[in-house]
């Protein structure tokens, strides 16, 4: 399996090649973790540049596919159409692993069939322990597209809040300056008092 987390600038196309064997089953799976809208455009071709699979501007997908030809298949993630966001990609290239389910009962006696069973329990466990994995990766995934929004959000408030203090002490500046404005006014009238 291939698993990893990549950094597209804007205007620019990763691509990724991986050697897969005729009949193999296997699973492209990628999430956008940060940058602009969360979106990136996706293709996979084959080892004849036959397109397989082309998603635009998604923020997440999964695609499975049993190959009918051997060879270096191609996917790319492109960022063309943004501007200026620079994304950051995490993707997982899983080929399916043959089934190792318990050896053939050839074995003869209780002993044989002890070890298949301990062997069916193992392979069992193992498999569960991969779904567990897999569940983390998705929830560490999570948790860092969530950590991304809030911390963007604390810098826009941060933003906000220091722009709104400035212009406070600017109003209360210019507030000290007209009242000191209005009462340093000199007399016009001489120091007289008429009727």
């Known amino acids: 399996a291939v698993v990893s987390t990549q950094s597209t600038g804007e205007h620019e196309v990763q691509c990724f090649h991986e050697t897969i ?35 635009q501007r998604k923020q997440y997908d999964t695609f499975h ?11 790319c993630f492109s960022n063309e159409f943004s501007t200026f966001a ?14 190792k389910d318990a050896p053939g009962q050839d074995g003869a006696g209780a002993h044989a069939t002890a070890l298949t069973q301990l062997e069916s329990s193992a392979y069992a466990i193992h498999e569960a322990l991969r779904l567990v994995v897999d569940y ?26 220091i722009g709104q203090t400035v212009l406070i002490v600017i109003v209360a500046l210019g507030q000290v300056f007209m009242l000191r404005k209005l009462f340093n006014r000199p007399t016009a009238r001489g120091g007289k008092v008429g009727i």
């Open 65 to 75: 596919h049993t190959t009918v030809e051997g060879g270096e298949y191609t996917f």
């Open 136 to 161: 983390q990766n998705h929830h560490r995934l999570k948790e860092r597209i969530g950590r991304e929004v809030a911390e963007y959000l604390c810098e826009r408030v941060q933003n906000w809040s």
């Open 21 to 55: 064997p005729n009949g193999k089953k296997f699973t492209l799976e990628y999430q956008v973790i940060s940058g602009g809208h969360f979106d990136v455009d996706c293709h996979l071709m084959s080892p004849s540049s036959k397109v397989m699979y082309k998603e």
């Open 86 to 99: 620079h994304k950051t990609v995490y993707f997982d290239l899983e080929l399916e692993e043959e089934s």
